[in-house]
């Protein structure tokens, strides 16, 4: 893969800080991280869903937090959980802790979250400010009382 070095477009332009985190993101910072795996559904027009896979973890070793654009969600494995006592002969369940962010677009507001059958399901709304939602402007019918009158050249 390719890697491009953007350091002049970030000195030339002022305000674009988001967008140049989303380069360095996409860059790869964050491409060997692939644990643990998720989804993103979109439920309805204005609702989504972000599902994923945390088999072996409790409710309390998993801390979903908002802050600001970013959602994050990390899992660690308390102290008891890594029982020494128990002799695997194979190791399939990941049981390491993680931190998965993601960014969230403007208006999007965590709504919940739920672990049921070792899936984590965080469900998302987009709350749009009435001022910035689609809105249909009324036309009136014009009378002849507001066409522009026409003023007689005198000759």
Known sequence: MRHFDLTPLYRSTVGFDRL????????GADADVAYPPYNI????ENEYRITMAVAGFATDEI??????????????????????????????IAARSFERRFQLADHVEVK?????????????????????????????????SDAPKQIEAQG
Do not use: C
């Not at 559904?41 to 309805?44: C, F, I, S, W």
């Not at 739920?114 to 001022?131: A, S, T, Y």
């Open 112 to 144: 919940g979250a739920v672990l049921k059958d070792g899936l984590l399901n965080v469900d998302l709304v987009r709350n749009l400010p009435e001022r910035m939602r689609p809105r249909s402007i009324p036309i009136a019918v014009s009378t002849g």
């Open 63 to 92: 801390k979903v937090d908002v802050k600001e654009s970013t959602l994050t969600v990390r899992g660690e494995k308390s102290a008891e959980a890594a029982d020494n006592e128990r002799r695997y002969l194979h190791r399939g």
């Open 41 to 44: 559904e979109r439920l309805g």
């Open 20 to 27: 140049a985190q989303l380069f360095d993101s996409v860059a």
